[in-house]
Structures are given as structure tokens and as C-alpha cells.
């Protein structure tokens, strides 16, 4: 049962990891025309531009919470290992090197949680949390990445 449940979660996992993919394509791509983590560049971006980097950050916060929150305490279950506190589900995924350190990934939520619920006063503050978002693509694509391959250890179907 919940082998079914982590293969369905994986499936949900990769269109969010899709769609970002292509968001970062898009903002490499705006970014060899403008640096749009210029104050002035930013405030003069195209309404389409603004939500590539809009949908971009959903996309990266989306994959953050649901390899926490969805695929991580599975991940610890069908392996055998068995966790209901956070903190402890998060240090076996370190110990596993399916993220690189608690430290980092806990950054990586603050960040998330001050672009989305704080909203820095300073535009300069956002976009330099947003720029670190877009620098961190390959850190989350990673993640993503190592708990795929996590996963295949314990269920032949995923894909």
C-alpha cells in the first residue's frame, strides 16, 4: 500500500519537477537579455516575464515541501527505518545522501518561507532570495534525483 502511494506521490513529483525545468530553461534564457535581479531591470519586466519567475518559485517551493513533507517520511517507511518526527526523517535523508545536509535544506525553506509568506520589505531582499532560488535549481533537481534512486531500492515500478 504504501509503495502505491510513494509511486502515485513520485508521479505528482515529477510534473512539478518538469514544469520548473522549464521555468529555469525560460529564465536562462531571459537572463542572457537582462539582469532581471537588478532592482530597475525588474520593475520594468514584461507581466509574462514576472510570471515565469513567479511560476518558477511555485514550482521550486512546491517540490521542496512535497520531497518533505510527502516523499521523505515514505521514503524512511519502506525502508525500514521508521520515523515520525521531522528532524529525525530529515537526518536519515542526510545520512543517505539524498540531500547534502540538514543545514542546507533548511535554508533552503527559509528562503521558500520568506518569499512566500514574509515578502521582503526591500525589493533588492526578494530579489536576491529569488536569484538564490534560481542559483539552487541543481541543489532541489538533486533531491529529486537522489530520492529516485532511493526509492528503485524498494519498489521496481518507479519510473
Same mark, same amino acid.
Given at each position: 500500500?504504501?509503495?502505491?502511494?510513494? +509511486?502515485?506521490?513520485?508521479?505528482?513529483? %515529477?510534473?512539478?519537477? !518538469?514544469?520548473?525545468?522549464?521555468? &529555469?530553461?525560460? $529564465?536562462? #534564457?531571459?537572463?542572457?537579455?537582462?539582469?532581471?535581479?537588478?532592482?530597475?531591470?525588474?520593475?520594468?519586466?514584461k507581466?509574462?516575464?514576472?510570471?515565469?519567475?513567479?511560476?518558477?518559485?511555485?514550482?521550486?517551493?512546491?517540490?521542496?515541501?512535497?520531497?518533505?513533507?510527502?516523499?521523505?517520511?515514505?521514503?524512511?517507511? +519502506?525502508?525500514?527505518?521508521?520515523?515520525? %518526527?521531522?528532524?529525525? !526523517?530529515?537526518?536519515?535523508?542526510? &545520512?543517505?545522501? $539524498?540531500? #547534502?545536509?540538514?543545514?542546507?535544506?533548511?535554508?533552503?525553506?527559509?528562503?521558500?518561507?520568506?518569499?512566500?509568506?514574509?515578502?521582503?520589505e526591500?525589493?533588492?531582499?526578494?530579489?536576491k532570495?529569488?536569484?538564490?532560488?534560481?542559483?539552487?535549481?541543481?541543489?532541489?533537481?538533486?533531491?529529486?534525483?537522489?530520492?529516485?534512486?532511493?526509492?528503485?531500492?524498494?519498489?521496481?515500478?518507479?519510473?
Amino acid at each position: 500500500m504504501k509503495q502505491e502511494i510513494l +509511486i502515485k506521490r513520485f508521479a505528482k513529483l %515529477k510534473k512539478h519537477y !518538469i514544469a520548473l525545468t522549464d521555468y &529555469k530553461k525560460l $529564465i536562462d #534564457d531571459l537572463l542572457k537579455q537582462k539582469d532581471i535581479y537588478d532592482v530597475f531591470v525588474f520593475n520594468v519586466l514584461k507581466p509574462q516575464e514576472k510570471a515565469i519567475l513567479d511560476a518558477y518559485l511555485k514550482r521550486f517551493a512546491s517540490m521542496q515541501y512535497f520531497l518533505g513533507g510527502k516523499i521523505f517520511p515514505l521514503l524512511v517507511e +519502506i525502508s525500514g527505518i521508521g520515523s515520525k %518526527k521531522m528532524t529525525e !526523517i530529515l537526518y536519515m535523508m542526510e &545520512k543517505e545522501t $539524498i540531500i #547534502d545536509s540538514l543545514e542546507s535544506w533548511i535554508e533552503l525553506r527559509e528562503i521558500i518561507n520568506e518569499l512566500e509568506h514574509d515578502y521582503p520589505e526591500e525589493l533588492q531582499d526578494a530579489l536576491k532570495d529569488l536569484k538564490f532560488c534560481i542559483d539552487h535549481f541543481e541543489k532541489i533537481e538533486n533531491y529529486y534525483i537522489n530520492s529516485l534512486n532511493f526509492a528503485k531500492k524498494y519498489i521496481n515500478e518507479i519510473v
